[in-house]
């Protein structure tokens, strides 16, 4: 099984870039650019929040009430969490954090931290009035029927996991702190294995039971890998039915390096060099991953689990100069483990090239084709079965890209259609999934007949951070005793009922933003910013002393 949307070493560096940037670059430049926002926590570490529409902009160039700040003044039509009436005045620093981005008249939801009685907030702190108050709902009860379909990881709050049915509705929820950042459902269907954490923080490997969705173990990866100083990333793959047999990839170090473990600490591969966790498979005897060869990933490398043996499945442009004007779009194991599909984009001569090649797990019969390549990069080459792959591409906004079906043995082409409009995730069954929307806040699960198409949404799924899916084949039914979710509510704030216009929070005295107040918001933007300047730096100097791979 795939993951969706996968945290890579690349997407962490420029996540830090973004936080120097938010912190101290200018507003108008980036105002697009914040971090992941998961409503529910946000909402829960949050003073206050409001749905409402900005009356009155700062002038910039007249006389500021606050040193180095702005006022926003807005209109509140509902307040989500506390109570500070009818109009509010927000503080938002001028030089340290980033532009709201949006114009007078418009509605928005904004989350609010308390300085001393002052309302502060920016707008990597505000979101669409419809997530906001999706957030502030309870989960909706679980009301699907039969075997989970669906496996849909994220951050929800105390939830991090939902099952679905085959209908799209709700089976159970998962609880755990943080996001999931990847699920590996174990073959019987009767236990999955996850990676989660902190968008920031060192990852956990848990493993959960299906039946109930109940959490089994959780073992955080820094103690799987006693050897790293810090770990940067994991992933996983479970490869027996109870759930014990897991294989865990973790990335860190100084210097960078990685290893491969077993949770019963029965195997143990250490591997020099720089490696990635992004687009890593494991298998049951190989896994494949992509090093950083001066500070990219331009090969594809096969390790042998047990002897730790390398060989190089593919290298771009060997001996034509293209070494460094691409990007590997996706890599992927074929479900008999003897094969890999590789995509790659090439830049040549100001035009992009695509090609699909598929290589034998120990380097040997490699046969490849260059297939249509889409403007906007985002494309993947997901095994069907081990006769057929299909390639599709990530849709931004109002894009309708074609899918196409190549025989694996020979690449031909087999099939077409068109119709795509979302981030291809993985494919199960026949089944193409992925998610749309995931730029305007939140997502849409979908799904299509890979074959033909055409593409149906399944569901909402409400959160604006990592989402990960995973489809999962003959699985057990899930207790009805794990149906409930539980804690799923922020902290202290009443569910806000659909359509209702009434305030809310504001009965909660627990809920009252001034009860719970934050340190103050300049001291922390110079930490983060001095945290951001040094990642970057520290980031630099690895990438200068990243040694080429021979």
């Known amino acids: ?272 060099g720089v490696w990635s966790d992004w687009q890593a498979n494991l298998g049951m005897t190989h896994a494949v991953l992509l090093p950083y060869i001066d500070a990219s990933p331009t090969e594809v490398v096969s390790i042998e689990l047990v002897t730790g043996e390398e060989a190089v499945l593919f290298q771009r442009g060997a001996g034509t100069g293209n070494e460094m004007l691409g990007d590997i779009q996706s890599v992927a194991l074929s479900p008999d483990e003897t094969r890999v599909a590789i995509l790659d984009r090439i830049y040549r001569d100001d035009v992009v090239v695509q090609e699909l090649i598929v290589v034998g797990i120990d380097g040997d019969n490699t046969a490849s084709i260059e297939i249509p390549a889409i403007d906007n990069p985002g494309s993947k080459a997901l095994w069907v079965n081990n006769e057929t792959l299909v390639v599709a591409t990530e849709a931004y906004e109002d894009m309708t890209l074609p899918v196409w079906l190549y025989d694996s043995t020979s690449l031909e082409q087999v099939g077409e259609w068109n119709g795509w409009t979302a981030t291809p995730v993985e494919v199960s069954a026949g089944e193409l999934y992925g998610l749309e929307g995931m730029e305007l806040g939140g997502a849409i699960l979908v799904s299509a007949a890979v074959a033909t198409g055409p593409q149906l949404e399944i569901r909402a799924i409400p959160s604006e951070g990592i989402i990960s899916v995973v489809a999962v084949d003959d699985s057990v039914e899930v207790d009805s005793s794990g149906k409930q979710p539980e804690a799923t509510t922020p902290e202290s704030t009443p569910p806000v009922t659909l359509g209702s216009s009434s305030t809310t929070g504001s009965s909660d005295p627990s809920a009252a933003p001034g009860v719970s107040q934050s340190d103050d918001n300049t001291t922390i933007y110079l930490i983060l910013g001095g945290l951001g300047l040094v990642a970057v730096a520290l980031i630099v100097i690895r990438l200068i002393r990243r040694p080429s791979r021979k």
């Not at 795939?2 to 108008?28: P, Q, T």
């Not at 307040?79 to 007078?104: H, I, N, Q, Y």
């Not at 996983?236 to 473990?261: K, M, Q, Y």
């Open 1 to 272: 099984m795939l993951l969706a949307l996968e945290v890579s070493v690349r997407r962490l560096m420029l996540s830090l870039l973004l936080i120097v940037f938010i912190v101290f670059g200018n507003a108008d430049s980036v105002s697009a650019s914040c971090l992941p926002l998961e409503p529910r926590k946000a909402l829960n570490d949050a003073d206050a929040a409001f749905v409402g529409r900005l009356v009155e902009a700062p002038n910039l160039s007249g006389e500021i009430p606050f040193p180095n700040e702005d006022v926003w003044v807005f209109e509140v039509e509902e307040w989500v969490k506390g109570d500070l009436g009818p109009r509010v005045e927000v503080v938002a620093p001028v030089a340290t954090s980033v532009d709201f981005g949006f114009g007078v008249g418009e509605r928005v939801g904004v989350l609010i931290v308390m300085r001393g009685d002052v309302p502060t907030s920016s707008g990597c702190s505000t979101t669409s009035p419809e997530i906001l108050l999706a957030a502030a709902r309870p989960l909706p009860v679980p009301d699907g029927e039969g075997p989970i379909a669906v496996l849909v990881g994220g951050g929800f709050g105390d939830v991090r996991l939902m099952a679905f049915d085959g209908e799209g509705r709700t089976l159970a929820y998962g609880a755990g702190e943080g996001t999931v950042r990847q699920i590996s459902v174990c073959p019987g269907s009767r236990f999955s294995v996850e990676v989660a954490g902190d968008f920031f923080g060192p990852p956990v490997v848990a493993v959960r039971d299906l039946s109930t969705l109940e959490l089994v173990r959780e073992i955080p990866a820094s103690e799987l890998a006693p050897s790293l100083d810090e770990v940067f990333g994991a992933t996983v793959r479970c490869r027996d039915e109870a759930g014990s047999d897991v294989l865990v990839l973790i990335t860190g170090g100084e210097p960078e390096r990685a290893v491969i473990v077993n949770l019963d600490a029965s195997l143990g591969v250490s591997l020099e």
